[in-house]
T-cell receptor, first 114, second 112 residues
Framework: GAGVSQSPRYKVTKRGQDVALRCDPI?????LYWYRQALGQGPEFLTY????????KSGLPNDRFSAERPEGSISTLTIQRTEQRDSAMYRC????????????FGPGTRLTVT | AQSVSQHNHHVILSEAASLELGCNYS??????LFWYVQYPGQHLQLLLK??????LVKGIKGFEAEFIKSKFSFNLRKPSVQWSDTAEYFC??????????FGKGTRLHILP
C-alpha cells in the first residue's frame, strides 16, 4: 500500500488479556517506530527498529510490553496482561534510511482495556 | 528533561482570521523541529520541518513557522485560516537522545 497501515484500528480487551498490535510500514522504509498517545497528550516514543534490529526500547514502560520486526518489514507490538492504564492510542511510523526524522504515521490503534 | 510546550490547548477562530500557535522547546543543542497535523479521522502527517538554513519555513496548505533560537520558539502561523484547517496540531523536536519529542497538541476549531 501507499502508506503505513495498522491493525486493528480499534481493540477492546479485558484486563489481564494479551493483545498484539500490528504495523505494516511503507514499502522500503528502513526504520519503524512505535509511539503511545494518551488522551490529551502528544505521542510518546516507545521503541524503534532499523530493519529487523530493535535499536532502542527505552520507552517501553515495563516488561509487559515487547515489540518485534522479524523480517524487517511488519512489526508487532505485544502487551501482556493488559491493565486499564494501557488504554491509549498506539501509533506506528516509518521512515526511509536517508531521512529518519521524516516519519510517516499510520492511523493508529485505539486500545481500550476494560 | 527535554520538553516541548504548546501554550494553547484549544483555539477557536473564525474563517479568514490569522493564526499563530505557540511552541517552545527546552533542548539547547542543534535543533530539528517539526509541526505535525491530524485532521479529523485521519492520521498524523508532517506539516513542515526545520533542520537548518532559513529560519522561516514554509509548509503545506499555506502554513509557515519561524525558528527563533534566542527564544527557543517555533511558532506556527497562517495569515488566513479556512474551515478545513480544523485539526489538532503538534509541535515536535528531536531530543538529545535522537528521539522525537512531541508537545501535547493544540486543537484548532475554525468556525465557518
Amino acid at each position: 500500500g501507499a502508506g503505513v497501515s495498522q491493525s486493528p484500528r480499534y481493540k477492546v480487551t479485558k484486563r489481564g488479556q494479551d493483545v498484539a498490535l500490528r504495523c505494516d510500514p511503507i514499502s522500503g522504509h528502513v526504520s519503524l517506530y512505535w509511539y503511545r498517545q494518551a488522551l490529551g497528550q502528544g505521542p510518546e516514543f516507545l521503541t524503534y527498529f532499523n530493519y529487523e534490529a530493535q535499536q532502542d526500547k527505552s520507552g517501553l514502560p515495563n516488561d509487559r510490553f515487547s515489540a518485534e520486526r522479524p523480517e524487517g518489514s511488519i512489526s508487532t507490538l505485544t502487551i501482556q496482561r493488559t491493565e486499564q492504564r494501557d488504554s491509549a492510542m498506539y501509533r506506528c511510523a516509518s521512515s526511509s534510511g536517508t531521512s529518519r526524522y521524516e516519519q510517516y504515521f499510520g492511523p493508529g490503534t485505539r486500545l481500550t482495556v476494560t | 528533561a527535554q520538553s516541548v510546550s504548546q501554550h494553547n490547548h484549544h483555539v477557536i477562530l473564525s474563517e479568514a482570521a490569522s493564526l499563530e500557535l505557540g511552541c517552545n522547546y527546552s533542548y539547547g543543542g542543534t535543533v530539528n523541529l517539526f509541526w505535525y497535523v491530524q485532521y479529523p479521522g485521519q492520521h498524523l502527517q508532517l506539516l513542515l520541518k526545520y533542520f537548518s538554513g532559513d529560519p522561516l519555513v514554509k509548509g503545506i496548505k499555506g502554513f509557515e513557522a519561524e525558528f527563533i533560537k534566542s527564544k527557543f520558539s517555533f511558532n506556527l502561523r497562517k495569515p488566513s485560516v479556512q474551515w478545513s484547517d480544523t485539526a489538532e496540531y503538534f509541535c515536535a523536536v528531536v531530543g538529545r537522545d535522537d528521539k522525537i519529542i512531541f508537545g501535547k497538541g493544540t486543537r484548532l476549531h475554525i468556525l465557518p
